[in-house]
């Protein structure tokens, strides 16, 4: 794996997490116990900082990024993902916080801003734009994307589910010392 430090910090992992060596992770990042960065992911914590919590995964070539602060947004947008989040393959996460249980769509981009409330799915390819807030309990698609209907109890049971299938993948690979 790259864990490349910037201005003399480098990632943080937690216990049982398991990076892709093929993954690049760059200067304040934070990962939680027994997350997972598959192939190909690009994360900067450069201009502001990353943080990912427990059981989340982070799927093939995913962007991870962040603004940086101005005299306009002095804090600018850190990127913070809560716990078993599933972040679909090719992704693009700029300067977002996403809450708990949420499964981010295959291709979606989620801008600056953004808060995703917890329980939430977010179609593939969907486009969120800066400053939206995506309410818990509900399906968003399309781009821009939209509310589309509220989660089934089994999507709901699903979104925790899809984080603990991953614990186990990561774990396996783990095991094989990859």
Not at 93 to 109: E, P, Q, S
Request: charged share 20%.
């Amino acid at each position: 794996m790259m864990l490349r430090s910037y201005k003399g910090i480098r990632p943080t992992l937690a216990e049982g997490v398991y990076v892709d060596e093929s993954s690049v992770l760059v200067g304040d990042i934070t990962i939680g116990s027994d997350s997972s960065i598959w192939p190909l992911v690009a994360a900067r914590g450069d201009v502001n900082y990353i943080q990912i919590g427990e059981r989340t995964n982070v799927q093939d070539g995913s962007v991870l990024h962040l603004t940086r602060a101005s005299n306009n947004n002095p804090d600018g947008y850190p990127l913070i993902i809560g716990d078993d989040v599933t972040v679909g393959h090719k992704v693009m996460l700029h300067g977002c916080t996403l809450g708990n249980r949420i499964l981010v769509g295959m291709g979606a981009i989620i801008m600056d801003n953004v808060i995703v409330e917890d329980d939430v799915i977010i179609g593939g390819g969907a486009l969120v734009p800066p400053n939206k807030t995506l309410k818990s309990g509900y399906l968003y698609v399309g781009s821009p994307a939209k509310q589309a209907r509220p989660l089934t109890e089994d999507e709901l049971t699903f979104l925790k589910v899809s984080a603990q299938n991953y614990v186990q993948l990561k774990d396996e690979y783990l095991k094989e010392g990859q």
